[in-house]
């Protein structure tokens, strides 16, 4: 197994191990150290290093392995190593930053799912190369975020399309949206922070240049001085104090590096002091580049104030509400006719026949006694005819109350000399011989009435 060795300037920082190719060694092993500069290798006794990823301004960032995890998973190990030549006041400074990194990845990494999370912070003292004295040095182990930064993606590929820096610009949005309302400035915006991994999710690195927005003034709200040149806006490049909307400037930097394919210093006109980038990205609509502009402006109150606000300008409004249609009530069919509930049976359409003959026959014996038969008989006939037929049809007469109108009328006929005359025998004839026909004919008749009106109503 290799391990690497974190002293800066180790002459042989390469080391190997035999025993430790095998796993279950790893996680017994007792200390182990450097072969050239004696330097403890097996960091808090627990984080093995084997890569070194890169050097930054304040560090360098180590890919290690957590040999207390049943897995071993892989995390990154960061070490503070300024470097030139720090009197003890800026020393002071540096040292503060990265253990600010610390806590701002304590307090956020495990809040936000693109932020990475914080395992560890030491601070170990150990005997410098030649053994004369102690030196202390400052570590922080965080979450391994597997992929490529956004520098390496662009060295790979070129320009980006303007679809994939809208996404970036969102997403990004999005954690500085969470990492602002957390008073935090990030204050290092730039493509070599924004790290995507195999599943496609942007993370947002290196908080070693954050610091927390004072919150009651204080020099706490005053550039430290750290920032990536060419991304800082004017006001950090000063040294004055810095808001959200810095980091919105910077976000707006990356972005437009990533659509031209060209590094910041070629696109700011500093003749001009503004930002001369649209003729290298043609393929960006004119909605993208002025969102763009406006979060390049140099004086910070004209740049959005929140990444908030940016995000509200780049999602379009939603499309306006069709009016609601009201949906129409189908019409029914026309073979869905309204049918009544309760149909007649055959036996209450035959006494309903045979009440009507009944009733006609009467009527027609009063009319012709009282008017003789005449065209005004014949219509009082016809229309009180209807009117019992719709009288059965709707049910207002039915059952006994056939026998019951049926037995009045007739009586009434039949003790009025008026109605009946004096032929009480051929009224009786007649009634029988009436009321037989009638039953018959009038089934016909009611029936054919009843399938009519059962069209209609
Ligand atoms: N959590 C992480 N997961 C995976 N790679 C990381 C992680 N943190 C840092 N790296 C990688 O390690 C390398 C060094 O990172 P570091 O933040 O120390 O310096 P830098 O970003 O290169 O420099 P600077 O300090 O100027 O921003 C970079 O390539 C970076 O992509």
């Not at 030649?130 to 956004?150: H, R, S, V």
């Not at 009651?216 to 060419?230: D, F, H, I, L, R």
């Not at 700011?268 to 390049?296: E, K, V």
Request: a neutral charge.
């Amino acid at each position: 197994m290799e391990i690497i060795c974190t002293r800066p300037g180790c002459p042989k920082p390469r080391n190997f191990f035999g025993d430790l190719d095998d796993e279950a060694k790893i996680r017994t092993v007792r200390q182990k150290f450097c072969v050239s500069c004696g330097m403890p290798l097996l960091l808090a006794d627990r984080y093995i290093p084997s890569k070194l990823l890169g050097q930054g301004g304040f560090g360098a960032a180590f890919l290690a392995c957590d040999r207390y995890k049943p897995k071993m998973p892989l995390c990154v190990v960061k070490q503070f190593q300024p470097s030139g030549d720090l009197d003890d006041r800026e020393l002071a400074v540096a040292q503060n930053l990265f253990q600010r990194e610390a806590v701002v990845l304590e307090e956020l990494g495990h809040k936000h799912p693109q932020i990475p999370d914080l395992y560890a912070f030491f601070t170990p003292i150990v005997r410098n190369a030649k053994d004369t004295e102690d030196e202390q040095y400052f570590y922080l182990a965080q979450e391994f975020i597997d992929g490529e930064d956004l520098e390496e993606e662009l060295a790979a590929k070129g320009k980006f399309s303007e679809a994939e820096v809208v996404e970036i610009l969102k997403e990004i949005l999005k954690v500085l949206q969470f990492v602002h309302d957390n008073n935090t400035i990030h204050r290092d915006i730039k493509p070599s922070n924004i790290m995507r991994d195999k599943r496609g999710i942007l993370y947002l690195l290196d908080f070693g240049a954050v610091k927390q927005v004072a919150i009651g003034g204080g020099n706490n709200k005053k550039s430290t001085g750290v920032y990536s040149m060419g991304f800082a806006p004017p006001e950090q490049m000063s040294g004055s104090q810095v808001y959200p909307s810095t980091d919105i400037y910077a976000l707006a930097v990356t972005c437009i590096t990533l659509l031209t394919g060209k590094p910041a210093e070629e696109l700011y006109d500093s003749f001009n002091h503004n930002w001369q980038w649209r003729g290298f990205a043609p393929q960006t609509s004119d909605r993208l580049m002025d969102i763009l502009d406006r979060m390049l402006l140099s004086a910070p109150a004209q740049r959005f104030q929140s990444a908030t606000d940016a995000l509200a300008a780049l999602t379009p409004p939603p499309p306006a509400k069709p009016a609601q249609v009201v949906p129409q009530k189908p019409s029914p069919p026309a073979t869905l006719i309204k049918l009544p509930k309760n149909p007649f049976s055959l036996i209450e359409a035959i006494s309903g026949a045979a009440f009507t003959g009944f009733e006609g026959a009467l009527l027609y014996i009063g009319l012709t006694n009282l008017l003789s038969v005449s065209g005004i008989s014949l219509g009082i006939l016809g229309m009180v005819m209807g009117g019992i037929v719709f009288a059965l049809y709707r049910r207002a007469i039915e059952k006994v109350d056939l026998i019951i109108f049926g037995g009045i009328t007739a009586g009434i006929v039949a003790f009025i000399p008026a109605l009946h005359g004096a032929l009480v025998i051929k009224f009786v004839l007649m009634i029988a011989a009436i009321s037989a026909a009638g039953a018959i004919a009038i089934t016909a008749f009611f029936r054919l009435v009843y399938q009519l009106l059962s069209r209609f109503l």
